[in-house]
């Protein structure tokens, strides 16, 4: 009786770690996050787009980025299509440009490599505005952030002057 009985505690005990082992994989597999991009956006700093697959709690879109021994936290918002951006703040984190660096989301873990800024040729532009019924210009200085408001709102007004600019390096 003994050895038959040894045969079926094996299969027992074999089928019992099986599923113990089984199911966390497959609970796994109904949740998954992607790392899409890592990018730096001026105004923002650092900037990490994830896609999300499965259903997902608010409380779960969170994590941090370890980079040089120093953790840095995310804040995430969940955008269209199933896409959620985070930022890190914006001065920390950018200091380690080209850098590797583990990303850690939702409970999942990732690698990537810490962009660096773009390399703008203007720091500034200077334009000059002439009224069109009076031919002194005025000249105004504007940072590269706010070039496209400026010019964007002198288009606007066209009519009413004549603009020109140059890039200050």
């Known amino acids: 009786m003994q ?14 770690l099986f599923a113990t082992t089984a199911t966390p994989a497959l609970a796994a597999k109904e949740k998954s996050v992607t790392l899409l991009d890592i990018r730096f956006v001026l105004g923002k700093g650092i900037v990490f787009i994830f896609e999300l697959d499965g259903e997902f709690k608010e409380k779960d879109l969170q994590g941090y980025v370890r ?11 969940l ?6 951006k985070c930022m890190s703040d914006k001065v920390g984190i950018g200091n380690f440009e080209g850098q590797s660096a583990a990303i850690y989301f939702a409970g999942f873990a990732f690698s990537g490599i810490i962009p660096g800024k773009p390399w703008y040729p203007c720091s500034s532009y200077e334009f000059t ?6 031919s002194e210009g005025v000249t105004y200085t504007v940072d590269r952030t706010n070039f496209a408001y400026f010019l964007a709102a002198l288009k606007a007004d066209a009519q009413l002057y004549a603009y020109s600019y140059t890039c200050i390096p």
């Open 67 to 77: 980079v040089a021994y120093n953790d840095y936290p995310l804040s995430c918002s």
């Open 3 to 16: 050895k038959k009985l040894w045969p079926v505690l094996s299969l027992l005990l074999l089928a019992a």
């Open 79 to 84: 955008k269209e299509n199933n896409q959620v």
């Open 129 to 134: 505005i002439w009224d069109v019924a009076d």
